[in-house]
Each structure stands twice: as C-alpha cells, then as structure tokens.
C-alpha cells in the first residue's frame, strides 16, 4: 500500500526514536513511498544540520527509491487552497497535498495534521494507566 511519511515519521525512524516502530511499517519498501520533494528538502537539511552532508545524501538516496513527486503548478496551487482550509504552514500544505493528489494516506507524529482526513496519527503521548 502506498503511502507518504510525513518527515517527523523519517526522523523517528532514522534515529531510532520512541516511534520508529510505529513509523517502521510504512518506510518497509521505499518503492511505496510518495516523496514529495519538500520532504526531501526537510529531511536534507535536517540530516546535514544534525549528522553530515554524506549521511544527508544517503538519506536523499533513499527517498529516491519512491515515487517522487515534484512541486508543479497544480500541487502548489491545491496546497494554497488547503493551507487556507485547514491551516497549514508552505511545508505542511505541499506535504497534504501531495498525499491527498496521490490518494495515499499521510502518516505522521506532527499535530498539526492529526484531525485532517486520510492522515494516519502515530501520538507521542504515552497512554496513562
């Protein structure tokens, strides 16, 4: 099944975080990913800031082996429109929309999307008991 990973969900499963489990399943088979290129922007320049430009690259390699999908005219105006609908931040809007153009859920950590629909929320919240 499809799907795009939001970037908090690469981050948690490239340092092994509290949801790298939660996010393992869906970053399984690159070949299933949509990547919109934002999320590679994310995800580059995180890498870089955090461990090194190699490491950073690598990671861009790996996004490579998904459907990449490029910033065109159609996407950016579509996440204008749901920016304003729900929202959303210039990076958070491309990265809805993209999953929304494709029809593929968004699986993401982040709050700002967790009540949109076709978003699959992995909470950082431990359950109390």
């Known amino acids: 099944m499809a799907v795009l990973v939001d970037t908090c969900g690469w981050i948690e499963w ?4 509290l949801l790298a489990d939660a996010f393992a399943p869906y970053l399984a088979d690159p070949a299933e990913l949509i990547i919109p290129t934002t999320l590679q922007f994310e995800l580059y320049k995180w890498a870089k800031r955090e461990k090194s430009e ?3 690259l690598e990671v861009i390699a790996l996004t490579e082996q998904g459907r990449v999908l490029p910033l065109t005219t159609r996407l950016s105006l579509y996440a204008a429109d749901l920016a304003l609908q729900h929202r959303l931040s210039f990076a958070d809007a491309i990265i809805y ?3 929304r153009l494709v029809d593929v859920p968004l ?4 709050g700002h999307f967790k009540d949109l629909p076709e978003v699959i929320y992995c909470s950082k919240k431990r359950p109390t008991a």
Do not use: K, M, P, R
Request: proline share 0%; glycine share 8%.
């Open 54 to 56: 190699v490491e950073a």
């Open 97 to 99: 929309a993209s999953a």
């Open 14 to 17: 490239l340092t092994d975080g």
């Open 107 to 110: 699986i993401t950590a982040d």
